[in-house]
């Protein structure tokens, strides 16, 4: 049983829920297809191990700091030609608003597959924030997997680049990466 996901998937995947979000206001339902075994984000052996796939991570962080209003983010990045879709931007992001305990969380991927990536995201209109978490999956290889045989070969690791100054969120992606902020 070695049906597992890349790192490209997990960033493919985070990329899907940012559009998800950024959808928010016409998308009523949106579910996982598979939660166990097959294309599942938690693999399982029958009386043996469990491990997550890499497309847990972004589904997971995803689901638990995405609360209230979806925001747009505006920002500019380099581009790369499209086929289908001409000029894209490396770099796709969304945040969520929560003016309940005022929160905020912002999800950022780069889909450059060879240079990492600085953002700068005005943060200011949302008064004093700090950084209470960052997480980014990204690998040197990204087409590594968590498997049977390396269950911990990916996972999550905060991002120590970010930083907030005067209003300002700046943050280094790396190429291939998908990456979430929780802001207090």
Known sequence: LEDS??????????????????HADRVTSASLA???????????????ATWRQTTFFPFAVTSRLAIGAALEVKLESDTYASATY??????????????????????????????????????????PVSIAETHTLSDEDIYAKNTL?????VALHPNESARIAEGTLTITLPAVSWTAIALS
């Open 34 to 48: 598979q939660l166990v075994n097959v294309i599942a984000p938690i693999m399982t052996e029958p009386g043996g």
């Open 149 to 153: 045989s390396d269950t911990e070969r």
């Open 5 to 22: 996901y890349s790192v490209v998937d997990a960033v493919v995947v985070g990329n899907l829920l940012i559009s998800l979000l950024k």
């Open 86 to 127: 001409g000029e894209v931007s490396t770099v796709d992001a969304v945040a969520t608003h929560d003016t309940e305990t005022g929160s905020t969380a912002i999800f950022l991927v780069n889909r450059s597959l060879d240079a990492p990536t600085t953002v700068t995201i005005d943060v200011s209109h949302l008064g």
